[in-house]
């Protein structure tokens, strides 16, 4: 797959559930969208947009939480906790991301709602933050991303999404069309 090389932007037609892990525990659904650059410019435009004004938004902490980690390429992720049952308490570090049959933690992560400090949510309350992992997740190869006892291996089928995208992308730009 092409993910080093991020398509050009504006020509993208996906939805962010098209992109994303999600998967459902006892008390939530998770949802996991990788936020590089060369998988949200697969976006449709608005959603591309949106992702990126946010990236740009947390740019100096992110950069400096790299740096304090000492990382040079982490990977993010946008992760929603969407309740599915009245006080149902989450524990943020236990999402993990298996790539390359090596285990990854979050090294930091970035609260985006107010509701994520209480780590507890009501039925269809959300709590939304992006996750920096270390360096060496490889999302053009297979991932899964673990919960607790949960596990999704989707990312298989979404990458053959991303893979016909990005040559749908690279016509659609040829053109000089949408």
């Known amino acids: 797959m092409h993910l080093d090389q991020p398509p050009p932007a504006g020509y993208g037609t996906l939805g962010q559930r098209q992109v994303s892990l999600t998967f459902r525990t006892d008390a939530f659904e998770i949802q996991v969208l990788p936020l590089s650059e060369s998988i949200i ?28 980690n000492g990382l040079d390429s982490p990977t993010l992720f946008l ?17 993990q ?3 390359q049959n090596r285990v990854f933690r979050p090294v930091e992560i970035f609260p985006l709602s107010p509701l994520w400090h209480d780590q ?25 991303v673990s919960y607790d006892r949960f596990t999704t291996n989707a990312w298989a089928g979404i990458i053959r999404t991303l893979e016909r995208e990005w040559v ?9 069309g949408r």
């Open 79 to 95: 992760v929603t906790f969407f309740g599915r049952q009245n006080a149902a308490r989450f524990i943020p570090d236990l999402l």
């Open 120 to 144: 507890q949510l009501d039925q269809r309350e959300t709590a939304i933050a992006i996750y920096m992992y270390g360096d060496g997740i490889r999302l053009e190869n297979e991932i899964s």
């Open 97 to 99: 991301v298996t790539s």
């Open 41 to 68: 410019r697969m976006l449709s435009p608005d959603t591309y947009n949106s992702f990126h004004r946010l990236l740009l938004r947390q740019a100096p902490e992110i950069e400096e939480a790299a740096a304090r």
């Open 168 to 176: 749908a992308i690279q016509a659609r730009a040829a053109a000089g």
